[in-house]
């Protein structure tokens, strides 16, 4: 019985080992993030002046893993609900009063089995340049409380900056937080950095139809000149009208006839045989 139990136990925590949230390698559309420069406890705080009182929300949050539970010393509804990823507590400050905490639940994280989703909008393979962590908490007079955290790859910021808050809205905690460490590793997972020949490898283009493209083109124009200023020569000078204003007339007339003899010419050397030609009487 001791040893089912024991093997239970066991089982148990090697589940909760292998399904636990690896914050060093956080896939993203494919895409492998270390989020692990970001594994601490962050605590942001606002104040707000509520005569005759000041109101103080505080959120605790720790994006890789749930926040450590709290003394003994601090009473247990004052509280962040155990497995919590991120708390929101709101404290009430009076003069001559002792501080006395009005709100307190879990934003995100309810449970031991709790982790959070990462969702990115990308195109293709191209790699997120931002993305969110989204994770659910406790349910607040029938609304379920849920942390957003927008991640943007900034470079030139710290890890070490904290993230802003956007708003608290409908049960929804807003962030923001622009940190190196939401910029995809360079391998990009199972990417694999390019080689030397990849490298210069380039696309090769044909050459061979921009010649003959040109010759053409060529042709077209000499041949349009040819036209156009024949035409012009022939009825400003000649003073010539009609279709005999089209130069070399004449010549363009025969043209049908010379290369149909000139063809039959080269076919008889061809065949090794000459053929006697007509001539006009």
Not at 33 to 44: A, F, H, M
Not at 91 to 102: G, L
Not at 263 to 268: I, K, P, R, S
Request: glycine share 8%; net charge neutral.
């Amino acid at each position: 019985m001791r040893s089912s139990f024991a093997l239970g136990i066991l089982a148990s925590a090697l589940a909760l080992t292998a399904s636990a949230f690896d914050c060093k390698k956080a896939q993203v559309a494919g895409h492998t993030y270390d989020l692990s420069p970001l594994s601490r406890e962050i605590t942001l705080e606002s104040n707000a002046t509520t005569p005759p009182t000041l109101t103080s929300t505080r959120y605790v949050l720790n994006p890789c893993a749930p926040l450590k539970a709290e003394p003994d010393s601090v009473p247990e509804i004052d509280r962040c609900p155990n497995g919590a990823w991120a708390c929101r507590l709101v404290t009430n400050f009076k003069k001559d009063e002792k501080p006395r905490i009005t709100e307190v639940n879990a934003v995100a994280g309810k449970g031991s089995k709790d982790e959070p989703v990462l969702e990115a909008k990308t195109s293709g393979s191209d790699k997120p340049s931002e993305f969110h962590w989204i994770m659910k908490g406790a349910e607040v007079e029938k609304t379920v409380w849920s942390t957003d955290i927008k991640f943007v790859c900034n470079k030139s910021a710290k890890d070490q900056d904290l993230p802003t808050v956007v708003g608290f809205k409908d049960g929804v905690l807003s962030l923001e937080w622009a940190v190196p460490a939401a910029c995809a590793l360079g391998g990009g997972g199972d990417e694999k950095p390019p080689s030397d020949g990849d490298k210069e490898k380039k696309p090769v283009e044909s050459s061979g139809g921009g010649f003959f493209s040109t010759m053409f083109s060529l042709f077209v124009v000499i041949s349009a000149l040819y036209l156009v200023l024949g035409v012009m020569y022939n009825y400003l000078i000649v003073r010539a009208t009609g279709l005999d204003l089209i130069p070399n007339r004449a010549f363009w007339r025969e043209f049908p006839y010379l290369c149909s003899d000139f063809t039959q010419h080269v076919w008889g050397m061809v065949n090794g045989r000459r053929r006697g030609g007509y001539s006009v009487v």
